[in-house]
């Protein structure tokens, strides 16, 4: 796999990612601000967060479930017919591969192997 260098230190920079020399396990920095190794437990914490909705937010998410409107129902099936259209996606021996038809990566300057 390849990645734009450039791209990559710019996704980091936007995440607020740090690079050190001092460090050979991804490290975490806690809201104290200390740095320790990163844990099974920060990567749960992170990614199970749960969502509460409550009242009218509660019941409009409920009906969308089991009584989606005809409205919503047409733009579901719009959303998907342009996906099918602009989207595909191709199996190689070693993976996929996807075209989007839209999408301009001519962009990509500088390629970096992150198999080194």
Request: proline share 1%; glycine share 2%; with cysteine.
């Amino acid at each position: 796999m390849k990645l734009n260098s450039d791209l990559f230190l710019e996704l980091c920079k936007a995440y607020n990612v740090s690079f050190s020399q001092d460090y050979t396990n991804i490290m975490f920095e806690d809201k104290d601000g200390n740095v320790r190794m990163l844990r099974d437990e920060d990567i749960d914490r992170i990614f199970a967060s749960s969502v509460v909705l409550t009242g009218e937010a509660a019941l409009s998410f409920a009906n969308s479930l089991f009584r989606p409107t005809r409205e919503e129902t047409e733009r579901c099936n719009a959303v998907m017919e342009k996906i099918d259209s602009d989207i595909t996606i191709t199996e190689h021996e070693d993976g996929f591969s996807a075209d989007v038809s839209w999408l301009d990566l001519s962009f990509f300057e500088s390629e970096v192997s992150l198999t080194e």
